[in-house]
């Protein structure tokens, strides 16, 4: 492992879980979903070997269902959304990828497992600032969709970790992880020098 392990919970309120659609906008935003994945994983030309990305789906017909892709074995991917819709096709059909699992876990059990070993930060424009907090080992990151938490969820999480601000400009769910991807990149190699 080189990095700060690190992972991202986006939690999807519409988003499919069958492969019956056309296209990742239509699919209660699976688009976001994609774009997160993205945003989570790769460096130019490289994927991110230390972290890991769950997307929760509450959208129809059988919700939830927890994706979950691991940059250490994720292989046979590239950036682009038609690459992605195909895997999000594959996986959803129940069809295997390389580094991509789905199940039935919800949020909050995901949550609960997580926080017996890592802090879990809840991203919030009101939350406390990220420059005046001390990010714990393997951080894990919780983000809403185009809509945001709700709020039986956010307090749901919120009973594990703290939330956390990146300051006031509401920012979309992939540039909020490129900011952290940022940050933590920096930490690193700070805390090497
Ligand atoms: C597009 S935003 C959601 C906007 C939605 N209108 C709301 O009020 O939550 C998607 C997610 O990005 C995160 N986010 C956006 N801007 C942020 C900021 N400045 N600081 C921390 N998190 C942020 C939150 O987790 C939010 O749920």
Redesign the pocket.
Known sequence: MNGIMREFVLFSRLGKTDAHWKNLHDAGRLDIVYECAVASLFLSHAIRKDVIFHAILNGPPNPPLHLKIDGETLHDVRTDQQTWTQILKKVLSRKHHPGISVSKTSFEALIRIKAQTAPIYV???G?KDINQIQLGQNPVFV???????PKKVENFALRFGQK??????????AT?ITILNYILDRKQSADKS
């Open positions: 991203l919030e424009e939350g983000l809403g969709d185009h809509v945001g938490l956390v601000s990146l300051g006031k400009q509401p920012y979309l769910a909020c």
